[in-house]
């Protein structure tokens, strides 16, 4: 099991909150790490983009296992939106995989076309969770439900 993340900064008032939060903290660490291959620090950077890794897929274990059934069983849409970010998922899997790749190598080259495939995808990516899904659940939820389910996120 990837441990939960570290302590956040604050309370979170919602999904959308949260998770957000959680996309800049990701992007922050993607900075750090891509700022050391660049430098030609390529041990440093791999260890450094472990926590990225390690981060993103908890994130998208959050997404996939908790928050999609939620919002698929609250409107009855399973075919929707939640397919296509599953789909996209896939994607952002494969460009960390190959950045991790690239990594070990010691190439950092490599990384960046890692790098470049998973900027394609994820900028709209976080722009659907962060205006249609998070919201949307946030919407779909008691407040006595949406705190419970924030407080369960932050521990998973």
């Known amino acids: 099991m990837i441990p939960a993340v570290q302590a956040a900064p604050h309370t979170f008032a919602g999904i959308n909150e949260y998770l957000s939060w959680d996309h800049d903290r990701l992007d922050g660490i993607l900075a750090d790490v891509t700022r050391?291959?660049?430098?030609?620090?390529?041990?440093?950077?791999?260890?450094?983009?472990?926590?990225?890794?390690?981060g993103l897929q908890r994130h998208i274990r959050i997404e996939e296992e908790i928050l999609f059934p939620l919002f698929e069983q609250r409107?009855?849409?399973?075919?929707g939106p939640t397919e296509v970010m599953r789909q996209e998922h896939r994607v952002i899997k494969e460009a960390m995989q190959l950045m991790r790749e690239a990594l070990a190598c010691g190439k950092g080259a490599s990384f960046h076309e890692g790098r470049?495939?998973?900027?394609?995808?994820l900028p709209s990516h976080n722009q659907k969770?962060?205006?249609?899904?998070y919201p949307t659940i946030d919407r779909l939820l008691a407040i006595d439900e949406r705190a419970t389910l924030v407080a369960r996120l932050l521990t998973t």
Not at 75 to 79: A, D, F, L, N, R
Not at 129 to 133: R, S, T
Request: overall charge negative; charged content about 40%; aromatic content about 6%.
């Open 36 to 54: 050391m291959v660049d430098d030609g620090e390529l041990e440093r950077a791999e260890h450094a983009y472990s926590e990225f890794q390690e």
């Open 75 to 79: 409107t009855g849409m399973v075919k």
């Open 116 to 121: 470049e495939l998973l900027e394609e995808a």
């Open 129 to 133: 969770e962060e205006h249609v899904l």
